[in-house]
């Protein structure tokens, strides 16, 4: 048997309860059986959910008894107060060995450390198990985003076993599920045992089996703790079945167990033979109660509910002085991580010990991008802050507010940051005070809170000017300018980082230059001027040779934001595909959600609604999506649905209105603006569709952004309010506002604006030009818009208008969408998901969207079995 196999042989121990097969669990087995034989060809991923005691554990260790070909790796999450950062991982890499090991062990960069666990799975048939994942850090979770986005290069199955129970809409593993690729993921859910098999388990245990399925629920955990318990009573609850157990036994078997039940995880054998007395026949009897032993001697209780049932029982003075013991050999002993350092020494309220080691566990988490991890550390240290001088608790409360920042904690971070910048006022440290101020107005725009933001940024600039010039300037004139680029003053934005660029290109400060480029770029883009692009450009040169990853992210955004705002979809494309693919490849995912929403934003622009919608629901659907992607993301669903005619549209604007007030800035508020007076003016309200627009064109006049000014002035013309147009107006709104409306339209056309070449032909055209937007409309399926032109056309005397289709054929009966509807149908032909992808002239990862769309919307679980319903329903 290979090394790896007998990693997993030692995990199979019971303790000597209940044995034999698992029950009602074989159909379970031949699925992952099927998944891993599907592998070879192109990895796979197996979701293993359940509430906790329902056997996950023991499901994988039994498939993992079974495998005499297929090398095993195992690595678990433990539930310390702060998770160590990859603990799976370092548990995977002492079981591989080799290059592994040293690169987990020695490595600091993150992408190092991802790539040597993905060459580990493409050198051999592998199933891998990351077990417990609902309490993952957050470099672990980005480690199974990384593998998932590959699993295709390996021959590896990659499960992943979780408490579904636990899993709720924010919950950080939720966004990871989501984005795992649906072709290669497969999920399970297991279920609790039936009646018939636990009167099963306790006929083999000799047991009644009186109330039994009423009181365990079915749970394999708790049936097998309370068969347990040789007492002829059936306890009320776990904790009662292991308690009454554990009281059985002698002192020096309590004892081990209780230096065990306050360590998470297995507590290796030099840890407990240093922590407490031990003889083999101590072991034994807490083998008796429920633990196991490793062949290595590492001991564990065998489910993490009947270890936290055993501490819990313990007085708080004893796990006090049983967190001291272990926290004393812990921190004697080489190579052990900060992390596991710091849970014993905050479980034995040793202030000095945390304030130690907590700021190092931070950064060591922070080091593999495990921010939320590191977040927690600061505020373990911040716990004993009666024991730090002001300049110390300034620093830890920078150090949270930064850790907060990174994780969309903004209001965490604000309140931090104020703290910490009261002390250094306090204090009298001006640069400290500036630099906070500076920090306090880009936070306040990250909560949506516009004007804080702006005061924060003059009063940082008052405070830095007041001493010699250095970086903390340059980056407080640079946040001005991004400010003000933001609010479409474009002037302002290019004069201050102009400022900025005087003072940081002699330096040599790369990152504030490619910053303030950004904002140049991006302001002049905005006024007009397509010299932006060779700052954006540049802006993105410098921090791809640099790697500063956030700056080219950002310059990527900005470079699509722009390009779709001034209708320049060829190269919005380009820059949206080469962003969100270099977003992906380093895992940053609060830009790939912005970008998403973007791109959704050019898509619907371009007709292209299925994919519209999936992208902005791909964004909503996102635990850890930001108010700056949620907004566009909301309205471009919001007026999708408007124009279908789907009831749920006003709930989407509404919702979007809600989080672009808080903002108060026209990139937001313009497109929600058009999206609600257009629904207004659908609904045959014009007066308020006009009263939605004019206060924002009046506000928009004062700006240099003249795409904005001219689509509000287009759609006010339409409506037929006066009102004086910009002195500079922009593509085929200019032809439009001059009455050029023909040219217009085939500006539009030109662009692949074919929804607003035929809302111009219906505006301005006469019949013929009126029936060609009808039959437009009727394509794209903007039923509004189809019915409010049938209804002018009546008005205008026209005869025979087409009717168009009906709604009962237009809505497919199994409630699938026109694309959705498609693709079931080539399903039904038997084609594979590539090979629709090939025939729609669509990415094989879109279809795949969609065929998940088309199972749940279903609600069965495989393809075969809704082919089978559709072929009932003919």
Known sequence: MSATNVQAARMRETGGFVTGPLLERERHLQELAQWLAAARNGGRIALVGGEAGLGKTSLMQEFARQQRKTRVLWGACDSL??????????????????????????????EVIFNAALDELEHAETLVVFEDVHWADEATLDLLKFLGRRIHRTKALLAITYRDDEVHARHPLCSV????????????????????????????????TEDLHRITGGNPLFVTEVLAEPSASVPATVRDAVLARASQLSAKARAIAEVVSVIPARTEAWLVKQAVAVDDASVEECLGIGMIR?????????????????????????????HAKVFGVLAQRSGVSAARITHHANGAENAEAVLRFAPLAATQAASVRAHREAAAHYRTAL??????????????????SYECYLTNQ?????????????????????????????????????????????NHAVEAIDTLERLPAGPELAMAYSNRAQLEMLAQESSSAIAWADRTLALAEPWGNWEIVSHSLNNRGSAKLNAGD?????????????????????????????????????????????YAAEGIAYCEEHDLDSWVLYMTAWRARLKFELCDWDGAGEDAQKVLQNCSTTVAAQAPALIVLGQLRTRRGDPQAASALNDARTLVQLTKELQRIVPLTVASAEAAWLAGDPAAAVAELLPVYERALKTQDHWIKSELAAWLQRLGAWVVAPEKTMGPYALELIGKWQEAA????????????????????????????????????????????????????????????????????????????????????????SEIATRLFVSTRTVDHHVSAILTKLGVPSRAAALAMAHRSR
């Open 81 to 110: 107060f702060t998770p160590r950062p990859l603990a799976p991982l370092h548990d995977i890499a002492r079981q591989a060995r080799g290059g592994l090991l040293t690169t987990v062990t020695s490595a600091t960069n993150r």
């Open 177 to 208: 599920l989501g984005d795992l690729p649906r072709a290669d993921t497969h999920r399970m859910l297991l279920s609790p045992l039936s009646e018939s098999a636990v009167a099963d388990l306790a006929r083999r245990a000799g047991r009644g």
């Open 294 to 322: 490793d062949a290595d001697g590492a001991l564990s209780f065998r489910h993490e509910l009947t270890r936290r049932a055993f501490q819990d029982s313990l007085s708080k003075l004893r796990q006090l002085s049983l």
């Open 383 to 400: 716990r004993y802050e009666e024991k730090l001088n002001p300049e110390q608790r300034a620093r830890l409360l920078e150090a949270l």
């Open 410 to 454: 903004i209001d965490e971070a604000l309140a931090t940051r104020r703290e910490a910048a009261a002390i250094w006022r306090t204090l009298g440290n001006t640069l400290k005070q500036g630099d906070s101020q500076r920090w306090l107005s880009r936070l306040s725009w990250f909560a949506g809170v516009g004007a804080e933001a702006m």
């Open 530 to 574: 397509v010299t932006g692009y060779e700052d954006l450009e540049r802006s993105l040169r410098i921090a791809l040779e640099g790697n500063l990853q956030e700056h080219v992210a950002r310059a990527y955004t900005n470079l699509t934001s722009s390009s779709v705002a001034s209708r320049n979809y060829e190269l919005a494309q380009r």
């Open 746 to 833: 085939r500006a539009w056309e030109e662009l692949g604006c074919r929804h607003d070449q035929a809302e111009v032909l219906a505006r301005y055209g006469g019949e013929p030009e009126k029936r060609r937007a009808l039959e437009m409309f009727e394509e794209l399926g903007s039923t509004l818009f189809a019915q409010a032109l049938r209804r002018q056309m009546r008005l205008d005397g026209v005869r025979r208008i087409p009717r168009g289709s009906r709604r009962s054929t237009r809505d497919n009966s199994m409630g699938l969408t026109q694309r959705e509807a498609q693709i079931f149908d080539l399903m039904s032909q038997g084609l594979r998901n």
